[in-house]
């Protein structure tokens, strides 16, 4: 793993996902919660912060949500979303991670065993500074969005499909 892969709590964890990201997914698919929203952000319908006194790694989550998780705490949180993805309340969990097969507690342990579909995007994903609202820049690694829980529509799949190669659970075994 890449020491930018292992990087410090204070590095690229409050990067934002980019709106073409987030927009697409919520135009088919209407997200309803980010568990781990920032202090500006408004993906979805429930956004709650951190600092309301939310915590989305020990809450329960609901209906349809995305995540993008601190880069450095990413097992923890593919852990949460697979658990969360079998709860009934949780409609299917969508999350964005660096594409790091080679990483086994991350990869090996919640993603490649319980993700039902995850697209590698073609080129380096740019994330946005949260402080200017501008392009922050692309990590050294590329990224990828995993769905965990209930198939997700027909053009949710196209869609990521025309972003990225997609990939589904069958053809990881
Ligand atoms: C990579 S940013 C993503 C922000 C936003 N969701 C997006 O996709 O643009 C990760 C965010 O998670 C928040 N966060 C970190 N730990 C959290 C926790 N335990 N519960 C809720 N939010 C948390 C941080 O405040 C940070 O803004």
């Known amino acids: 793993m890449s020491e930018e892969m292992q990087q410090s709590k204070t590095d690229k964890d409050d990067w934002l996902t980019p709106k073409w990201i987030y927009e697409s997914i919520d135009q088919h698919d209407g997200i309803y919660l980010d568990p781990c929203a920032g202090e500006d ?4 319908e429930a956004n709650p912060r951190p600092r309301s006194g939310w915590d989305g790694l020990e809450y329960e989550w609901e209906g349809v949500c995305f995540v993008n998780p601190p880069f450095s705490e990413k097992v ?8 969360e993805a079998q709860r009934s309340r949780v409609e299917r969990v969508y999350l ?23 697209c590698f995007f073609e080129g380096r994903v740019k994330y946005v500074d949260p402080a200017t609202g501008e392009e922050a820049g692309s990590p050294s690694f590329g990224s990828a969005l995993h769905v965990f829980g209930d198939s997700p529509p027909t053009q949710v799949l196209r869609w990521m499909d025309d972003v990225g190669d997609l990939v589904t659970r069958g053809l990881f075994f």
């Open 96 to 118: 964005l991670s660096p594409d790091c097969a080679s990483h086994k507690s991350f990869w090996h342990a919640w993603i490649e065993p319980h993700a039902q579909f995850t």
């Open 76 to 83: 923890a949180w593919a852990e949460k979303c697979v658990e």
């Open 41 to 44: 952000t408004y993906i979805g």
